[in-house]
């Protein structure tokens, strides 16, 4: 931060995010300069019947809705950044579960 000339450096006090929706599809759209990422939910609709009544009613369907939980924009340079933190939560979780299957895969062949 800086104010007539003088830079100062101030720490972050994270607050509680709330509550946390899910979210299974996503829309990016951008200027060059700002990403715009829009967050949806998309839950198949409830379908109950004969085999018969299904295949009649998909065929029927012709959208499902996308009810948007979030929209969020970010600095080029800060989803840059964004990107590499999710990497690397995303290498140790799958790192995480990797050694969780393979310790399954033992622990059942010495059954």
Do not use: C
């Not at 104010?3 to 450096?9: A, D, L, M, T």
């Not at 198949?44 to 012709?62: C, K, N, T, V, Y």
């Not at 290498?91 to 990797?98: G, K, M, T």
């Amino acid at each position: 931060m800086e104010i007539e000339g003088e830079q100062r450096s101030l720490k972050i006090a994270w607050q509680e995010a709330g509550v946390a929706s899910f979210a299974n599809n996503l829309l990016v759209q951008s200027d060059g300069n700002t990403f715009y990422l829009t967050f949806y939910q998309v839950i198949p609709p409830i379908m109950m019947g004969e085999p018969e009544e299904l295949a009649a009613a998909m065929q029927s369907m012709e959208t499902v809705p996308a009810v948007p939980v979030a929209r969020v924009a970010v600095g080029y340079n800060q989803l840059a950044t964004m990107l590499g933190v999710m990497k690397r939560q995303l290498d140790q979780v799958n790192e995480i579960r990797r050694q969780a299957a393979s310790k399954n895969t033992e622990e059942q062949a010495s059954e």
